[in-house]
């Protein structure tokens, strides 16, 4: 019975740091159609913005975490103005093979600037500790983590959804000429979109260094992980991709519980299962 | 006219400057460096370099009397294809009197035959599986084996009246080789593992096998990780699921290497290991070899890594001051194999049969000492051969 609370308890954590990781490449995939592999790279940025300037330049945890995702976001927008806008209309291969280039770039650029070293973000008292659940206790990290979770799939469901810009952000990717001809400005809202894509991977890498420590090989080395929860979610929904994590991660848990010898197998193995099972995205139609 | 008078005298005055700086380094003595210089392991690369370069400058820039030539080889990570490739061109084109370096394993495997062959001593700076000496007999390693430094850690653990310990490692080569030294010398001494876990290598959450340790009702943990990340995620773990409040001790080897240790900030206090190098060993040697260090390198860490290019590098001057700066592979390693020496680790020696250094192993604990992460040394379990060749 132990086993079976540990396992949903881990599992959720550890599906709540897939999500909050994977959400933002979602969103950019599905919703502006951008094949963006230095999603990752972006979540890079982000933790090494917060280490360093909690580490280094000795601000507030909740000051510094805010002031590096707009940073993320703001590299982003200028990566989005300066070059990447001028790839939305080429094919899928220039797209990957320009991210995964822009991936190397960062990689090698984060290697010169603050060495090979993994980063930590050293948490504020009240994060650091462990919380009792009763029958075990849990790095209070991960209740912040599964509480932003939540709030990041509820906030972005929403403004996709319901709002003006999410609007604008629909139409303008379903029939650019047309939403510009009724005055969206297309431009703005690509770059907006595009930033807050790289707000959200900073934010995630963030939540997930945690598990995913930073380091300048990071760019690479979850991206795989990442593009499975994409894939198994569905691209573009944010509920398919909340699912996809959850479950993924509740069953790689239950794999390292009572199967560890099998190495991650049973989590590609789900992966393949449910591709197979709804193509489209674990919660379409 | 193809060419011009003037650019037929300016290509004659360059062919014979070649010439003369041929002629110059055909004095030297030439050392083969391989390593990882690039991709994700490259900080090793930094660090022999650091290391060697560090020797040698303190040592009036020539070892043995004669200028050195170091010569850097780039592997990547484990690419034992490669390794084999680069170590044939330094043999045969480049012409190395010695080599040096090797990281992994499957690389050092790789070129056994070619120094074999060409009788090229080659010292093995960090690669750690104990079976690597034997497969060439130009093969000297100034690094450790997991053997050397898990035996006395099992001894100890079994002296401290730990009866029952769970190992979990990471599942790959080393992870095995350090769950098997383990094991063996612990039920020897009439301990029990009573359950042994393989952690994933591409494992990023060990909330789940720290949950494992904790059910096991084990007294210790002893456990084995790659440096980086997994090191970090799996202290991480032990600490925040409380297993030394609840009684389960943290036993490891190089998992507080202090290449990380400064990154695990106050979680890793107290944890024990057993491992032949501390950057915080206390003698001469050691301040000196600290010193001529940071001066080469400020970015560069006294760990292993660093220490074991050092001694190699050592060792590689009394094999030149041996043979005269010739080329002679069987008089070299004949002189390697009585080599003794106080190391900025300690007393060692180059053990005669397996041409493995023999060294110190000490029990630590990490402590901060003014705000900085050190392996303060508690016990010393004396000079250790490599257990591994004596199963």
């Given at each position: 019975m132990t086993v079976l609370f540990n396992i949903a308890v881990d599992g959720l954590a550890y599906g709540m740091v897939l999500f909050v990781i994977a959400v933002g490449l979602s969103l950019t995939l599905g919703l502006m159609r951008f094949v963006n592999l230095s999603h990752c790279a972006f979540a890079m940025v982000g933790g090494y913005c917060a280490a360093f300037l909690v580490r280094?330049?000795?601000?507030?945890f909740w000051l510094a975490v805010p002031a590096a995702i707009i940073a993320t976001a703001a590299l982003g927008a200028v990566l989005e103005m300066l070059v990447l806008r001028h790839l939305y209309r080429r094919k899928e291969l220039d797209q990957v093979l320009f991210t995964i280039g822009l991936s190397f770039f960062l990689i090698a650029a984060t290697n010169a600037l603050a060495g090979p070293q993994v980063q930590l973000i050293p948490l504020p008292p009240g994060l650091a500790g462990s919380v009792d659940l009763g029958f075990r206790t849990l790095p209070a990290q991960r209740l912040l983590v599964i509480g932003a979770g939540l709030a990041v799939a509820a906030g972005a469901a929403w403004i996709v959804a319901r709002t003006r810009f999410g609007v604008w952000l629909r139409a303008a990717v379903d029939h650019s000429g047309t939403a510009s001809s009724l005055g969206i400005p297309i431009r703005v809202v690509q770059c907006a979109s595009f930033a807050a894509g790289a707000a959200l991977a900073g934010f995630g890498g963030i939540l997930g260094a945690e598990l995913m420590p930073l380091e300048p090989y990071y760019a690479l080395k979850y991206l795989v992980l990442v593009l499975v929860v994409v894939a198994v979610g569905g691209m573009g929904s944010i509920a398919g991709s909340l699912a996809a994590a959850v479950v993924l991660g509740v069953i790689e848990t239950a794999s390292k519980y009572l199967a560890s010898d099998w190495g991650s197998l049973f989590f590609f193995l789900a992966m393949a299962a449910l591709l197979a099972w709804r193509p489209d995205g674990l919660l379409k139609r | 006219m193809l060419f011009s008078r003037r650019a037929l005298v300016r290509a004659l005055a360059a062919s014979s400057f070649v010439l003369a700086a041929a002629q110059a380094h055909a004095q030297s003595v030439k050392i083969g460096i391989v390593g990882p210089f690039s991709g994700p392991f490259a900080h090793y690369g930094a660090l022999f370099k650091a290391a060697a370069e560090a020797y040698v400058a303190g040592q009036g820039g020539k070892l043995g009397g004669r200028e050195v030539e170091l010569i850097y080889r780039d592997t990547g990570g484990p690419n034992p294809a490669q390794a084999k490739g680069l170590v044939q061109e330094l043999i045969v084109?480049?012409?190395?009197d010695y080599l040096g370096g090797f990281v992994f394993t499957p690389n050092a495997l790789a070129v056994a035959p070619l120094i074999q062959q060409s009788q090229t001593p080659t010292v093995i700076f960090n690669a750690a599986t104990s079976a690597i000496t034997e497969k060439s007999d130009y093969f000297v390693r100034t690094g450790y084996t997991l053997w050397q430094v898990t035996v006395p850690l099992a001894r100890w653990a079994a002296k401290q009246h730990i009866a029952r310990v769970v190992t979990a490692v990471t599942d790959y080569g080393p992870g095995l080789d350090a769950e098997a030294a383990f094991k063996n010398e612990f039920a020897r001494q009439g301990g029990t593992v009573v359950e042994s876990i393989r952690m994933p290598i591409a494992t990023t959450d060990f909330g789940p096998f720290v949950q494992r340790i904790k059910a096991s009702g084990a007294q210790a943990v002893y456990t084995f990780l790659p440096g980086g990340p997994p090191n970090l995620g799996f202290i991480k773990a032990y600490n925040e699921n409380g297993l030394a409040r609840s009684g389960v001790r943290f036993l490891g080897t190089a998992e507080t290497d202090e290449f990380d240790l400064q990154k695990f900030g106050d979680s890793a206090v107290g944890l024990t290991t057993a491992f032949h190098y501390s950057g915080a060993h206390d003698s001469a040697a050691n301040k000196a070899f600290v010193a001529a260090l940071k001066k080469q390198d400020p970015g560069a860490v006294a760990n292993y890594a660093s220490v074991g290019a050092w001694d190699g590098m050592y060792v590689i001057q009394k094999m030149i001051e041996a043979t005269g700066g010739r080329k002679d592979g069987p008089k070299a390693i004949a002189a390697a194999r009585a080599l003794q020496w106080e190391s900025p680790r300690g007393p060692v020696r180059i053990d005669g049969k397996t041409r493995h250094i023999t060294q110190d192993v000490y029990l630590r604990q990490v402590e901060m000492v003014g705000g900085v992460a050190v392996n303060k040394e508690v016990e010393s379990f004396g000079p250790q051969l490599d257990h591994g060749l004596a199963q």
């Open positions: 280094q330049a000795q601000w507030n | 084109k480049d012409k190395v």
